[in-house]
Each structure stands twice: as structure tokens, then as C-alpha cells.
């Protein structure tokens, strides 16, 4: 057995403990470390210590993600009268955090299992205590880079990753490592016409025009006050209403 069919053993062990159903790729380290904000190419270097020449020379990123139960994804932004139904709402922010909890032990075994270093998913708490967008970029080695090269999917117009089967209603986390692992190739689908992201939501529908359609996000998610940092109206539409949604199974 490879040393990729052992990590994805271990890793369906986690998903099937935790009920949930998952992806694993892997991607070169170099490309994943080329690709980051100069700002995330820092703290990851940082993280790496002495390992980080090793990593360069041969290093993985192991790319996972688990994909939100159907349920959650029906509770978002359900209506209310005038406005919308909250605490129906919450359901997807607690489903937000126990993804976020499983990511995390998934990467914490399988960093053990490659001697590696765990790159936990991000947490709720952040948005809040920020002034803006982009002070976030220097606290987090970016997932989504990671899960492009590793091939869990492609770059949809909401800026989230697509998966071919479950679309973007998945969380993501990865783990980095000197072990060379077969590499998985990077996703050739994409979002072609489609657009129903765009038009879930105004801040994707005009991030052309507006300054920083990214902090505007930011300060709606925060306003909303749901019991997780998240908003998942785009996510919703991407699964639910977009042109590929007949492929889409949780």
C-alpha cells in the first residue's frame, strides 16, 4: 500500500467516526508556499522552523475537507416574516464549528501519522476583533490555495473552493509535511456561466464596483450575530440553485 492509500485510510477512519464525508488530496509544498500572500509565505515559514529547506525539497500539503450535512445547508437564511429565522439559521454556525472540530482532530492524526504539522481550519472569533479584511491574511496559511493544487476543487466566483461533488458547502484544513506523497491532480472543472453565487448575494453580485467587497462581508457576517462567524447564502446557492446543483450529493 502507498503511503497516499495509508493517509486515506486514516482519514476515512476520522470521517466515519465523525459521520461525515470527506476529501483528501495532496499538492508539492513549493507550489502551495509560491502561491501564498507574501504576508502567509511568513507565518508558514515560521511554522516550519529548521524544516521549512525540507519542505521545499520535496514537501507535501495534505489538502482535507469535510462537506456539510444537507440539513445545514437548508437552515441558512431562511425567512422570517420580514427578515429571517436566526435561530434556524444557527443551525449551519454549529455545524460550521463541529466541522471545524473534526477538521482539526483529522489533522492532528494525520500529522502524526507523516511527522508533519497540523494547519488547523479556521476558527470563529476573528472576524470581530479585526478592523479590517485584510489584518485576517497574516493569521492564516490559506486553505483554499492548498486545496486548488491538491485537486479538492476549483476556485468558484464566490472565491470558495468547488467540489465536483459536494460544491462549496465544505470546510477545509491541511497539513504539511517533509514526506513525499503522491500528488493528486488539481481539479479541471470550473463555474462557467453559472453565477447563481452572484446573484445570492450583492456584495459577490457587485465586488467589481465596490472597494473591498471582502470587508463588506466581513462587517455583514459580524452584524448578522449568529453563534458562528458565517453567512453561507452564497454556499446555499451554489448547492441548491446553481447549474450543477443535479450533481451535488451530502
Not at 26 to 52: C, M, R, T
Not at 107 to 120: F, H, K, M, S, Y
Not at 223 to 248: H, K
Request: proline share 3%.
Amino acid at each position: 500500500m502507498s503511503n497516499l492509500n495509508n493517509i486515506r485510510s486514516v482519514f476515512e477512519e476520522e470521517s466515519s467516526r465523525h459521520g461525515l464525508k470527506g476529501v483528501l488530496g495532496v499538492a508539492a509544498f513549493d507550489s502551495v508556499y509560491e502561491s501564498l500572500l507574501p504576508v502567509q509565505q511568513e507565518l508558514l515559514k515560521g511554522l516550519a522552523g529548521k524544516g521549512f529547506e525540507g519542505l521545499m525539497d520535496g514537501g507535501s500539503v495534505i489538502s482535507i475537507a469535510y462537506a456539510y450535512p444537507e440539513h445545514a445547508i437548508d437552515s441558512i437564511a431562511v425567512k422570517k416574516g420580514e427578515g429571517f429565522d436566526k435561530e434556524t439559521w444557527n443551525v449551519y454556525a454549529r455545524e460550521y464549528r463541529r466541522l471545524n472540530e473534526a477538521l482539526n482532530e483529522a489533522c492532528d492524526r494525520l500529522a502524526q501519522e507523516v511527522d508533519g504539522i497540523p494547519l488547523p481550519a479556521t476558527t470563529s472569533g476573528i472576524a470581530a476583533e479585526i478592523e479590517h479584511v485584510e489584518d485576517y491574511y497574516g493569521m492564516a496559511v490559506s486553505h483554499r490555495v492548498a486545496a486548488e493544487r491538491a485537486g479538492i476543487g476549483w476556485r468558484g466566483k464566490n472565491e470558495l473552493i468547488v467540489h465536483p461533488g459536494y460544491s462549496c458547502a465544505i470546510r477545509l484544513a491541511s497539513v504539511v509535511t517533509e514526506v513525499p506523497l503522491e500528488r493528486t491532480a488539481p481539479s479541471e472543472g470550473g463555474c462557467g456561466d453559472c453565477r447563481a453565487c452572484l446573484d445570492a448575494c450583492n456584495f459577490l453580485r457587485y465586488k467589481d464596483r465596490l472597494d473591498n467587497y471582502r470587508e463588506q462581508c466581513r462587517r455583514y457576517i459580524v452584524a448578522l450575530g449568529l453563534e458562528g462567524e458565517v453567512c453561507g447564502m452564497c454556499v446555499r446557492a451554489c448547492y441548491r440553485d446553481s447549474v450543477y446543483s443535479d450533481r451535488f450529493r451530502l
